[in-house]
């Protein structure tokens, strides 16, 4: 069984950048992707980013477009997000995904594995 582990949350000022981590284990050599999601107080959950973990193909989420940046070291099935000039509305917390298919189509990403998350909270 696929077990993602995330670190790097925390409170940070508006502004500032902040780095997450996801580590895979447990079958991690199965999979062919792996993103981030994150959810707000009283909303949805929304799509981040995704990484191809073989190429490094990347889609993101069109809010985070520019700022934050997915990339992956493959030997250790980690995946990170590089996220700058994060504001209020950037105070979520973050999910870890993955998939086995490689996603064709990288917009329909849909994850088989899912961490527990990582809060992430900018103050004003």
């Known amino acids: 069984q696929v077990q993602l582990v995330e670190s790097g949350g925390g409170l940070v000022q508006a502004g500032t950048s902040l780095t997450l981590s996801c580590a895979a284990s447990?079958?991690?050599?199965?999979?062919?992707?792996m993103g981030w999601f994150r959810q707000a107080p009283g909303k949805e959950r929304e799509f981040v980013a995704v990484?191809?973990?073989?190429?490094?193909?990347?889609y993101y989420g069109d809010s985070v477009k520019g700022r934050f940046t997915v990339f992956r070291d493959y030997v250790m099935s980690t995946v990170y997000l590089q996220m700058n000039s994060l504001q209020p509305e950037d105070t979520a917390v973050y999910y870890c995904?993955?998939?086995?298919?490689?996603?064709?189509?990288?917009?329909?990403?849909?994850?088989?594995?899912w961490g527990q998350g990582t809060q992430v909270t900018v103050s004003s």
């Open positions: 447990g079958g991690s050599l199965r999979l062919a992707t």
């Open positions: 990484i191809r973990l073989i190429g490094g193909t990347t």
């Open positions: 995904s993955a998939s086995s298919s490689s996603h064709v189509r990288l917009w329909d990403y849909e994850p088989d594995y």
